[in-house]
């Protein structure tokens, strides 16, 4: 029996709420989305404690770290290369 019109609206609206929650995460993971925000807790941080600010600055620590690690494993990827290992 084929679906009626009210189940394929039904199913298309599941299909869609996935489709935006995907898209959604992928934007807050944006290297971009996820520099802007650290910078706007970065500027309010005046009115936070000791224990919150260390907390805050751990995290821009964290996403530097990432950054460098992942550019020594591209720039390794890039020697090998280069010398025709890979």
Do not use: F, I
């Amino acid at each position: 029996m084929a679906p009626t019109d009210r189940q394929k609206r039904a199913r298309n609206a599941e299909y869609q709420a996935r489709w935006r929650a995907k898209r959604k995460a992928l934007v807050r993971s944006h290297p971009k989305v996820v520099e802007a925000a650290l910078l706007q807790a970065a500027e309010g941080c005046g009115q936070l404690s000791a224990r919150e600010r260390h907390q805050l600055a751990d995290r821009p620590a964290d996403l530097a770290l990432g950054y460098l690690r992942r550019s020594r494993a591209l720039a390794a990827l890039a020697r090998r290369v280069r010398a025709g290992e890979h």
